[in-house]
């Protein structure tokens, strides 16, 4: 279980994240909503160790303190990040990016079966796995940051807005494929714009506003919630009952 409690962090003056409790088991999909602005990359960040949160703050995982320790250690711990832009080196092969990603200690054994899994996960990247990064496409590119994910063995995958900027048939095939694996036990947390497609992968989802959580739901909840329908799926409630 992955356990936030009372997760604040501050911007200089600017107060991102106000008090945020969350929780996500292993093998869960959980989906995070909320408008550009809600703290939501921020939230990610903060559980990945890449900003430090303020004193009082809790993340765990499985009973183990996060907060406060380098990214490189929470990788070790199981928590692995796909931030949004990718993140990958362009000028790195595919097949060197993913044995970037198995760096850590808790995925050097297995390696070569995480890496087949991935290919099977992503079949361009096998046939392309000698190509560089920079030449391929968004989608392809996305697949890359995924799989290289992946490679660390982590427990919890966190995903932000892992469909920005890919064509519809893209982000179908990329759901698709996280449906496979969250069927590998792994825990995923998602932040995305495409609210439709994620809650349909989805087991819960938290709604985020000015850095605060103000709701939380089944996925099946909340698609069916009149105020999300209008926020976020551009629906009117009045006409589509």
């Known amino acids: 279980m992955l356990e936030i409690g009372d997760l604040s962090l501050r911007y200089g003056q600017h107060l991102a994240l106000d008090q945020v409790n969350l929780r996500a088991a292993k093998g869960e999909t959980v989906v995070i909503l909320g408008a550009n602005g809600a703290g939501k990359s921020s939230l990610l960040k903060s559980i990945a160790g890449m900003v430090k949160p303020v004193a009082g703050s809790s993340i765990a995982l499985e009973g183990r303190v996060l907060t406060g320790r380098p990214a490189h250690e929470i990788v070790e711990m199981g928590v692995a990040l796909v931030p949004e832009g990718r993140g990958i080196f362009g000028d790195l092969t595919v097949e060197e990016n993913l044995l970037l990603g198995a760096y850590a200690k808790r995925a050097r054994n297995g390696e070569s079966s995480r890496r087949a899994f991935v290919y099977e996960l992503f079949p361009k990247l096998a046939q392309r796995r000698a190509q560089y990064a920079n030449t391929m496409s968004g989608g392809e590119q996305q697949m890359v940051a995924i799989g290289r994910a992946l490679m660390s063995a982590p427990d919890f ?37 495409n609210v439709k497609v994620s809650l349909s992968i989805a087991d819960r989802g938290y709604l985020m506003e000015a850095g605060r959580i103000v709701g939380e739901d089944t996925a099946e909840a909340l698609l069916r919630d009149p105020a999300v329908q209008r926020a976020f799926l551009g629906m009117n409630t009045e006409t589509s009952k």
């Open 157 to 193: 995958l966190m995903l932000d807005e892992p469909s920005l900027g890919l064509a519809p048939v893209v982000v179908t095939e990329l759901f698709a494929t996280l449906r496979r694996v969250r069927e590998t036990g792994v825990g995923l947390i998602i932040v995305e714009q």
